[in-house]
């Protein structure tokens, strides 16, 4: 049972008060104490150690304190308690405890090198784990029984067909939101059943990958930067690398491999799902039937479309798994840097996946494929 600091105030036999303290006089005791001995309103003349059984320098500041400030005198303090009192009473207790901030011009330009330094630290980073997925890459084409296949499709499945139902969904919303706001837009210029190029050609070739990317980016990309965060904090991944176990091999892998995989057939699909949006709506509020709008779009959009989305996929889905595990491979120290790391797992993919989208724009323009 814990032991609290005590005082009492009694007065000698020349009428001077005593201040007498007893038990222990340590940091985990004298917090109740302390604040009522800050609030004394009466002159100490003495000060008593006589029944204190412990002190610490937390004690011995505070009686020193009380020293100094009423001028008092000390008595009954043992040879320990004395020690401390005379240490501590060579500081004088005060002094700037806030951070030393420099000037605003120097402090910008302290900002902008920390920065800048920051990018130069997180290329090599990215250069060093490129290099690692590479090298095991390369010694599991030297040895194809070392990919470790069940891995692969267990996050297929998580990746791919756990995600159907949601980037279905998605997809067929996008889709009835394309097709009625294309109408309306179209109908000013009496051209409303252009609508079923306009949803069949945006779908295949540039909503229905890159929704399905932002989603698997948000979905499993974050799921592979707190995962492997997650067992990186635990020190799994070191214990990996005890045992002869390359932690590249057997956690990065097999998630690139399914991400690389499943999103092409997940950006198909997506793809698919927006135009059965748009055939939907259509038969509502365009009187086309449904049947017709399918027929259609296999008329109007080129067999190109479907390709340009078709190849875009694969590198969306090489960006976001790597974005993911190079974040969750980065996790050290606490667990709040798992959250962290997650974020920016998913912003970093969302990122690059637009950038990249860009990037095959232009490109797929200058071959002919616009």
């Known amino acids: 049972m814990r032991v609290w600091t005590d005082f009492t105030l009694e007065q000698d036999d020349a ?4 201040l007498a303290l007893s038990g222990p006089l340590t940091v985990a005791s004298i917090g109740v104490v302390d604040r009522a001995l800050r609030e004394l309103d009466s002159v100490v003349a003495r000060i008593d150690l006589s029944r204190v059984t412990q002190i610490d320098t937390v004690g011995a500041w505070t009686v020193w304190r009380l020293v100094r400030n009423h001028q008092a005198e000390l008595t009954g303090a043992s040879d320990q308690a004395q020690r401390l009192i ?13 951070e030393h ?6 402090r910008t330009f302290q900002g902008v090198g920390v920065l800048v330094s920051g990018w130069g630290e997180g290329f090599v980073r990215i250069l060093s784990f490129l290099g690692a997925v590479l090298v095991a890459w ?55 059943m252009l609508t079923v190029n306009l949803t069949g050609r945006i779908a295949l070739r540039e909503l ?52 690389v995989v499943m999103m092409p057939l997940l950006g ?4 698919l799902a927006a135009i059965v ?12 039937p449904f049947m017709t709008f399918l027929l259609r779009v296999q008329e109007v959009v080129p067999i190109h479309d479907v390709w340009v989305g078709l190849v875009k996929a694969p590198f969306f889905g090489l960006i976001i798994a790597l974005a993911g595990c ?35 724009a232009v490109f797929f323009t200058e071959v002919g494929w616009g």
Do not use: C
């Open 15 to 18: 009428g001077r008060a005593v």
């Open 86 to 98: 005379a240490a501590v009473s060579k500081s004088s207790g005060e002094g700037h405890t806030g």
């Open 101 to 106: 901030r420099l000037p605003v011009v120097p």
């Open 138 to 192: 390369w010694g599991i084409l030297r040895s194809p029984s070392r990919m470790r296949w069940l891995a692969v499709v267990r996050q297929a499945e998580l990746v791919g067909i756990s995600a159907l139902g949601i980037i279905g969904l998605m997809s067929f919303l996008v889709g009835i939101v394309i097709a009625q706001q294309g109408a309306v837009q179209l109908e000013q210029f009496g051209a409303e």
């Open 208 to 259: 229905g990958v890159l929704m399905t990317a932002i989603m698997v980016a948000g979905r499993s990309g974050s799921s592979f930067a707190a995962q492997i965060g997650t067992m990186k904090l635990t020190e799994e991944i070191d214990a990996m690398r005890t045992i002869g176990v390359s932690p590249v091999e057997a956690l990065v892998i097999p998630r690139i491999l399914a991400a």
């Open 268 to 271: 198909f699909y997506a793809a």
């Open 277 to 288: 949006g748009g055939a939907f709506i259509s038969s509502f509020t365009l009187g086309i």
């Open 326 to 360: 190079y974040q969750g491979m980065q996790v050290k120290a606490n667990a709040e840097e798992v959250g962290l790391r997650t974020t920016m797992a998913v912003v970093q993919a969302i990122f690059m996946v637009i950038v990249l989208d860009a990037f095959f």
